[in-house]
């Protein structure tokens, strides 16, 4: 079977990601500003490309302190603190934030590398969001779609000392958030309202999800969730659909999946915004700890043709918090936050709209940034 080369595949990405931008070069780059570069010089490591973080700092106006002899950079801007990359860690700290790369920060010739799929998508969207400007959604959301994780025969995670499921907790924050974003003048719409699930077979189920969230032509997805793991941690974790050809957050390998396109895959850098503003508004409102925003090709986040996040508002699997979890005060807490995510997204988008009348973009767009999922908007 012939296969492409993963640099082959990089090749290639990188000709169909930078062919847009030589294209849309001459209408948007304004004669007084310098044309950004067109390609991220890299370093070939292992089976991947890799862009040197002094490169990353130099594109972007940063700083790098250097801490344990060099193990761990500080991007800093003025007095901010914006990222912070650890050698072998595919954890990183954007304005504090917990994020995870596609693949590990990579120490070598006497600094740290990033991959460059990570720097494409991730760095550089989560730096400079207004150079994506154009690849997010036009108008700012209006329907959205809840989904209650699991229902029926399927409780999902539960604790049985303290007497709690998944299902239901999920249903209630879903009812709680529904309830919030309809006083704010959002359509909502929910996958089920009650103790049910939608098809017998988990994968039906979850795609039958997503498909509910086309059919109405959601603008936005959430899918609500609560965590267990085997080892005594708590927290939140936000998923969003991982980009084409980057790692989920729980492998370390490709699978027959990792190449694949999705329609998910459609808005990821507004998948992006939207994991970042949710985690950012998790965390502020649970005052809980950070176990990341991460990427993840879920089954009910890779058919859906809008943005879409999953959140795991809570460990069942610790007893302390399943208790906080049953109570309706906290319940309230994680519709409040998920509610104040949605809006500072939805108020991020606006923001980053080009103005009015403006048929120059706010800036050209980065290099090798991906082509747009749609076409750019006219005002
Ligand atoms: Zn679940």
Request: glycine fraction near 6%; aromatic fraction near 6%.
């Amino acid at each position: 079977m012939a296969r492409l080369s993963a640099r082959g595949l990089l090749a290639a990405l990188a000709v169909a990601l930078a062919a847009p931008v030589f294209a849309a070069a001459p209408a948007r780059v304004s004669p007084t500003r310098p044309a950004a570069p067109l390609l991220w010089p890299t370093a070939r490591f292992a089976d991947a490309d890799y862009v040197d973080a002094r490169e990353i700092a130099e594109r972007y106006g940063l700083k790098i302190a250097r801490e344990k002899g060099g193990q761990v950079l500080r991007f800093t801007e003025g007095a901010k603190v914006r990222l912070v990359l650890e050698d072998h860690n595919r954890d990183f700290y954007f304005d504090g934030l917990r994020v995870f790369l596609g693949r590990p920060a990579l120490g070598a010739r006497g600094t740290l590398w990033v991959s460059k799929l990570d720097v494409i998508k991730l760095l550089a969207p989560l730096l400079r969001p207004r150079d994506h400007a154009r690849l997010l959604p036009a108008a700012a959301p209006q329907t959205i779609v809840l989904d209650a994780g699991h229902g029926g025969t399927d409780p999902g995670k539960e604790n049985r000392t303290v007497g709690v499921n998944e299902k239901t907790l999920a249903l209630d924050v879903v009812l709680r958030l529904k309830k919030l974003l309809e006083a704010q003048g959002w359509r909502v719409l929910l996958t089920r309202s009650g103790d049910t699930r939608l098809a017998a077979d988990q994968i039906t189920d979850l795609r039958r999800r997503a498909e509910f969230a086309n059919q109405h032509r959601a603008d936005l997805f959430l899918s609500v969730h609560f965590n267990s793991a085997p080892a005594p941690i708590t927290g939140v974790e936000t998923y969003t659909m991982a980009p084409q050809f980057m790692l989920s957050t729980a492998d370390d390998r490709k699978d027959e999946m990792t190449d694949k396109a999705f329609p998910g895959n459609k808005h990821d850098d507004a998948n992006l915004l939207l994991g970042e503003q949710l985690h950012r508004a998790l965390l502020a409102g649970l005052q809980t700890p950070d176990r990341g925003f991460k990427r993840g090709r879920l089954h009910v986040l890779r058919f859906i043709a809008c943005p879409g996040a999953l959140v795991e508002c809570a460990y069942l699997s610790s007893d302390a918090e399943a208790r906080r979890a049953a109570t309706p005060e906290f319940r309230e807490q994680i519709a409040r936050a998920l509610a104040d995510g949605l809006k500072k997204y939805s108020a991020a988008l606006e923001a980053l709209r080009p103005q009015s009348g403006a048929s120059a973009p706010a800036a050209p767009p980065p290099s090798n940034s991906p082509p747009p999922a749609r076409p750019a908007r006219s005002a």
